[in-house]
């Protein structure tokens, strides 16, 4: 199953899919090289600050292993309740990247030769700028 890959980069996200099973085993908070996840984005290095599961369930960076835990939490995702000393119990997936895990964030730690912007370069345009570029690609009836 491909990787939805989510790399956050200042104040824009690109999006990837992609078979890499290079960051399998690997965890959150460890660096991964660019090229490992596609060759375009040789010279970047990346790192990885979570993800979700087929369910949905979150990777969470304290939960030891690959599987689901319950966890109690006081603060955190799907905390809606403000009051004070309120504790639910969450079931989270562990912080180590496996098959399961369908979406994977990436934080940019290093910038390399080639900008992202010209990597990916349908990605991020303003709503009319796409817009234009569909009705250039669509046949003309």
Request: glycine letters at 10%; charged letters at 35%.
């Amino acid at each position: 199953m491909p990787f939805k890959i989510i790399i956050g980069d200042k104040d824009k996200a690109w999006r990837i899919e992609t078979e890499a099973e290079s960051l399998v085993g690997k965890s959150v908070g460890e660096k991964v090289d660019g090229k490992e996840i596609k060759a375009e984005i040789e010279g970047y290095e990346l790192e990885i600050t979570g993800g979700s599961d087929m369910a949905g369930f979150p990777v969470s960076k304290d939960v030891e292993g690959l599987g689901l835990k319950r966890v109690l939490l006081t603060r955190g995702w799907g905390m809606k309740d403000t009051r004070e000393g309120v504790r639910l119990r969450k079931t989270l997936r562990g912080k180590v990247i496996s098959n399961a895990v369908v979406q994977i964030n990436l934080k940019v730690l290093k910038h390399g030769k080639k900008p992202l912007a010209e990597v990916f370069p349908d990605q991020n345009k303003p709503k009319e700028v796409k817009a234009e570029a569909k009705a250039e690609a669509a046949p003309a009836a």
